[in-house]
């Protein structure tokens, strides 16, 4: 099992949900640059688990210990190693799921490749809780990222049928960024946030889940970066939003809707502005043939409902090899969306600091 992403800043995530720790190790760091660890505790919140109605109700303080890499506030250029301990584990709710492997998640398919040995006590090494340790990743090089002027920021683009404004494509404001990246509820129009908080308590008083998407966007990124054909913007973007639990889709700019436009319009006009070359329009998020062209970088990522639900579903037992019935115990999210925004936002800032 390899649960390691990056070439020039390398990020391998250790752990379980329900060992004694999780945690990262990012090589590649450069020395001397100071880090607020307060900004990092800001992203780590955002994140953590039992603060919201619409998250699960275990509590884990997700405060990491740095075991090496940094002295004082200032990276030293050694690995840099976090660990974050679990606190709060019910391993017991989990013991039918070995046998009897929950429908939408990966039971089954880490029991045939790891011959039944994976971790299966809160989803083990494939839980989302370990995106905790790359929301740290993330927001250490999205301090390193920001000395360089690029911002990145992202919201919940819809919840179930309820959605939020998208980000204006050609221009992204800095308070904007801002409040976005302090936010555990992040949207645009903040006047949504009601029906999408409906969306999800109907969903868990009906012993269910429920979807969403995310937008993110970076700005302040040149043109230029990108090395096509297997490591354009698109791709390496792409690799590290898959890695997070629960993502099954992913476009860029307008995306899929650009498959019903013709070219004349699907086309994003250049013209000098301020000495500088822009787009119009950015249906193509800000890049082209896999290379930056200076616009905001913009893409959506699709969330699939949390498959842990607590309504009886069917399954097999792989013991008794017959179809059984499945309830599922122990505290899961009614919807991951709004806890999966600073996710999204980390591993962007690892894909972009790994493309300069």
Excluded: W
């Amino acid at each position: 099992m390899s649960s390691t992403y990056g070439e020039k800043i390398k990020i391998s995530v250790f752990g379980e949900s329900h060992g004694n720790g999780i945690g990262v190790v990012i090589d590649g760091l450069p020395a001397g640059v100071k880090i607020d660890m307060d900004k990092v505790l800001v992203q780590m919140s955002r994140r953590a688990p039992g603060k919201d109605k619409t998250a699960t109700p275990r509590k884990e303080s997700d405060l990491p210990k740095v075991l090496s890499g940094m002295l004082g506030d200032t990276l030293t250029g050694a690995p840099l190693c976090a660990v974050i301990e679990n606190t709060n584990t019910k391993s017991g709710d989990y013991g039918n799921l070995l046998n009897c492997p929950r429908p939408g998640h990966s039971d089954y398919t880490a029991y045939i490749k790891y011959n039944a040995s994976n971790d299966i006590r809160g989803g083990g090494h494939f839980s989302g809780r370990l995106t905790a340790p790359i929301v740290f990743a993330g927001a250490i090089c999205r301090q390193i990222l920001e000395e360089k002027g690029i911002k990145i920021a992202a919201h919940i683009a819809s919840i179930g049928n309820v959605s939020d404004d998208s980000f204006n494509p050609v221009a992204i404001d800095d308070e904007l960024i801002n409040k976005l990246n302090n936010s555990t509820f992040a949207l645009i129009d903040e006047s949504v946030e009601e029906k999408m908080r409906a969306e999800v308590e109907s969903a868990r008083l009906a012993q269910d889940s429920i979807g969403g998407t995310i937008e993110c966007a970076v700005s302040g990124i040149e043109a230029g970066i990108g090395e096509p054909m297997f490591d354009g913007v698109e791709g390496v973007i792409a690799k590290a939003v898959f890695g997070v639990p629960a993502i099954k889709g992913i476009e860029f700019g307008k995306g899929f809707e650009l498959s019903k436009m013709r070219g004349s319009q699907s086309n994003d006009p250049f013209e000098y502005k301020d000495g500088k070359v822009v787009t119009k329009t950015n249906n193509c998020g800000g890049i082209l043939g896999g290379i930056t062209n200076g616009m905001p970088v913009i893409f959506r990522a699709g969330v699939k409902p949390t498959p842990s639900i607590s309504k009886e579903q069917d399954t097999v037992d792989l013991q008794k090899k017959e179809n059984a019935k499945l309830v599922i115990n122990g505290r899961h999210d009614p919807c991951i969306v709004p806890r999966a925004v600073p996710v999204i936002e980390a591993v962007t800032a690892v894909a972009i600091i790994n493309l300069l």
